[in-house]
Nanobody
Framework: QVQLVESGGGLVQAGGSLRLSCAASRSIYNLPMGWYRQAPGKGRDLVATIRSVGNIYYADSVKGRFTISRDNAKNTLYLEMNSLKPEDTAMYYC????????WGQGTQVTVSS
């Protein structure tokens, strides 16, 4: 069993920045990781995934504003979010793939206009 713990969410004004972190209880080396988000009343949407430095995917809605990265030595995944918009408001979830899917409990991001 893997535990994923997100942190770094909060309330920010439009145009601001936040950095989310996801700490894993076990090694994340060579495992696909990513961030999803879920706004109130909507489904969970993919934000970004990273398998290796050269294998990164971003949803069109966040391209050029968000940056996903990982530190395998620290078993930690990051999401740098810049130029935040009110429509980025959601609960953000960390995901780890592989033989099984694991999810964190989520961290709330609220962007005020």
């Amino acid at each position: 069993q893997v535990q994923l713990v997100e942190s770094g969410g909060g309330l920010v004004q439009a145009g601001g920045s936040l950095r989310l972190s996801c700490a894993a209880s076990r090694s994340i080396y060579n495992l696909p990781m990513g961030w999803y988000r879920q706004a109130p009343g909507k489904g969970r949407d993919l934000v970004a995934t990273i398998r290796s430095v050269g294998n990164i995917y971003y949803a069109d809605s966040v391209k050029g504003r968000f940056t996903i990265s990982r530190d395998n030595a620290k078993n930690t995944l990051y999401l740098e979010m810049n130029s935040l918009k009110p429509e980025d408001t959601a609960m953000y979830y960390c995901w780890q793939g592989g033989s099984q899917n694991y999810w964190g409990q989520g961290t709330q991001v609220t962007v005020s206009s």
